[in-house]
């Protein structure tokens, strides 16, 4: 399966975003699906995740009450982002996986860049 992260830019605090992540390739329904974000300098940091067909879902401390993870029927997974913060500005990627760390996702997207001021 081939990911392609979109939807980034520049936003003001406080203000919201909504990414996608579109799948092409393999089934995609039967991937549990995570959005991970990158800053200069920093590890990559786990945001979200949601299972094969959208019943659970987990969240990194940083982004819990912030942030939504949800997908559709067809090959998209999405990542609602309100209340942005300067702290949220990073490279963010989807992949395909569970859990909370970086190695245990696969099928890493393209990244697309958010970037919040103050």
């Known amino acids: ?6 939807g980034g830019g520049l936003v003001q605090t406080g203000g919201s975003l909504r ?3 579109a799948a092409s390739g393999r089934t ?12 200069p300098g920093k590890e990559r940091e786990f945001v979200a995740a949601i299972t094969r067909y959208g019943g659970t879902t987990n969240y990194g401390d940083s982004v819990k009450g ?3 993870i949800s997908r559709d029927n067809a090959n998209t997974v999405y990542l609602q982002m309100n209340s942005l913060k300067p702290e949220d500005t990073a490279v963010y990627y ?3 996986g ?14 697309t860049q ?5």
């Open 66 to 68: 912030r942030f939504t």
């Open 114 to 118: 958010v970037t919040v001021s103050s």
């Open 19 to 21: 990414l996608s992540c």
């Open 94 to 96: 989807c992949a395909t």
């Open 28 to 39: 995609f329904s039967i991937y549990p699906m995570g959005w991970f974000r990158q800053a």
């Open 1 to 6: 399966v081939q990911l392609q992260a979109f």
């Open 98 to 111: 569970w859990g909370n760390s970086f190695y245990e996702y696969d099928n890493w997207g393209q990244g």
